[in-house]
């Protein structure tokens, strides 16, 4: 087994081991929300979903890492409407007109793959949907900005350049993070920012993008009667989209990528 590489900052940079493992379980986790989406309709309680993804996790050999993760309760996030991330599942039925972002990780022989991706609920509105389409395609600016040798700070730049541009709000708060080998590592992954700052993108490099995009203000409230909810301070709708990507060579590869449920890549992905 080879040795396990770490940059100053803490970065683990990944061997070809550890990206094939990573890359299955990435896999698995886009495989995960493609099964769970035909559950997204009105009347389904938030449980039932859980439920479905802790039997559709174990069934594929892996756990849900999200399951006593700090405490949590469930086997994944379910974030409806003015929910930012991680909602616990409850008894809550979903209805017609809702978002709803789940968000799954599975750690399948050891390694994590993250992903996230925000479900219409039946209809929706037409103002639900510019913000949803908005916050899919800020997440892809920001995976054009992967390659060798970019700083990691034009990440963010260009997600809140996009998404300010359209008249919405980036979440600052909650950010996404390096994955693999723990659930949440080096580096911190900002959705905003100045541009040409912070580390340089290497090869084998792991991590998430994963905007959160508000139909008004980016503040954030932390229901603190269970430590995890987290909603807007207005009580306006929020999307969010996740990927777990890897710095190639030459580009990107977006690691939990499935075109059933995500379509075909960009072509302004560096590969």
């Known amino acids: 087994m080879a040795r396990t590489k770490k940059t100053r900052s803490g970065i683990y940079i990944k061997n070809a081991e550890q990206i094939e493992g990573i890359r299955k379980s990435s896999a698995l986790a886009s495989k995960t929300l493609v099964y769970l989406k035909d559950f997204i309709k009105p009347g389904v309680t938030t449980n039932s979903i859980d439920e479905l993804c802790y039997e559709f996790t174990l069934d594929h050999g892996a756990v849900p890492a999200p399951l006593g993760y700090h405490g949590f309760p469930k086997s994944l996030c379910i974030s409806v409407n003015d929910v930012i991330c991680h909602g616990i599942p409850s008894e809550r039925v979903l209805q017609e007109g809702d978002i709803v972002n789940l968000d799954v990780t599975p750690i399948l022989d050891g390694y994590f793959g993250d992903t996230n991706y925000t479900f219409p609920c039946g209809e929706i509105s037409e103002e639900n949907e510019k913000l949803i389409q908005t916050t899919f395609d800020a997440t892809f600016k920001g995976i054009e900005q992967v390659f060798p040798g970019n700083r990691l700070s034009n990440i963010g730049f260009k997600i809140q350049k996009f998404v300010e541009k359209k008249g919405y709000s980036v979440v600052r708060d909650y950010t996404g993070h390096g994955v693999g080998i723990e659930f949440h590592e080096a580096p ?74 995500w379509g075909k890549l960009p072509d302004t992905l560096k590969k």
Do not use: C
Not at 190 to 219: D, W
Not at 226 to 246: C, I, P, R, Y
């Open 188 to 261: 911190t992954v900002l959705h905003y920012g100045r541009p040409n700052r912070g580390e340089k993108l290497m090869p084998g490099m792991i991590f998430t993008i994963e905007p959160m995009v508000n139909l008004g203000k980016y503040k954030t409230i932390l229901d603190e009667s269970d430590g995890w909810t987290v909603t807007t301070v207005d009580g306006k709708n929020s999307a969010q989209f996740e990927h777990t990507m890897l710095v190639t060579e030459t580009g990107v590869e977006v690691l939990t990528h499935n075109e059933e449920l």
